[in-house]
């Protein structure tokens, strides 16, 4: 992947009339010395001088930030460009600051806010190759990464789906089982509903039998009774 920072190593003219403005001129300059010889965290102590004597300077605000870059402190270095972007009027350091803002974000996975930092570099530089590159390859990742999505909510979607039909078999499952245990209790009552009349006809008869035993038992014992006494 091919990402490059862009640095401003020229300063703007600035007049050497004032002394603050020399003051600031020779912190940028001192600044650049120091970022040339990778010393980046003495580098970023000059430019912060630099914008202490001219707080609106958006070439010291643009510096800052790229030696805060290369310290990876990605989140400060972003706000300095945002700041330079706000005030700079210069095309070219346009399309810089913002060619550096596109690159914070094409690594941090920003690439919706990555492509449209692209496309404001180009309209302030429409000839930089290296901005249009990294615009494509920022796009086809961002194309990519919404394909990976909609697959990924496919495959969701689909899980979720053979979730529901095994769920669904599960519940036919327990309602089958649960209505052939029904059916098999109402068989049973039945079954126990039937052997109860049979056993209440049998006790009935079986009663009917013991009274009919009973009174013949009682006519014979008069019938001696009644012969005997004649």
Request: net charge neutral.
């Amino acid at each position: 992947m091919r990402y490059r920072i862009y640095i401003l190593l020229a300063l703007v003219c600035i007049p050497a009339m004032a002394y603050a403005q020399k003051t600031e001129r020779e912190y940028l300059r001192s600044g650049n010395k120091l970022y040339n010889d990778s010393l980046f965290i003495k580098a970023e102590v000059d430019y912060r001088k630099a914008l202490e004597v001219n707080p609106q300077s958006s070439v010291a605000m643009y510096n800052l930030g790229n030696a805060l870059l290369m310290q990876q402190k990605a989140q400060e270095a972003m706000e300095q460009y945002d700041a330079a972007s706000r005030i700079e009027k210069d095309k070219g350091l346009l399309a810089k600051i913002y060619h550096n803002m596109g690159v914070i974000l094409q690594s941090s996975k920003q690439l919706p806010q990555c492509i449209e930092a692209y496309k404001e570099s180009l309209r302030n530089n429409p000839k930089d190759d290296e901005t249009r590159y990294n615009l494509a390859l920022a796009q086809k990742q961002l194309k990519d990464q919404q394909q990976q999505q909609n697959q990924d909510q496919n495959e969701d979607q689909q899980q979720e789906q053979k979730e529901d039909e095994q769920q669904n078999k599960e519940q036919q499952d327990q309602d089958k089982k649960d209505q052939q245990q029904n059916q098999q209790q109402q068989q049973n009552q039945n079954q126990m509903s039937k052997e109860n009349v049979e056993q209440l006809l049998n006790a009935v008869m079986q009663d009917e039998k013991n009274i009919q035993d009973k009174v013949k038992k009682q006519i014979q014992v008069q019938g001696r009774k009644l012969e005997k006494d004649w």
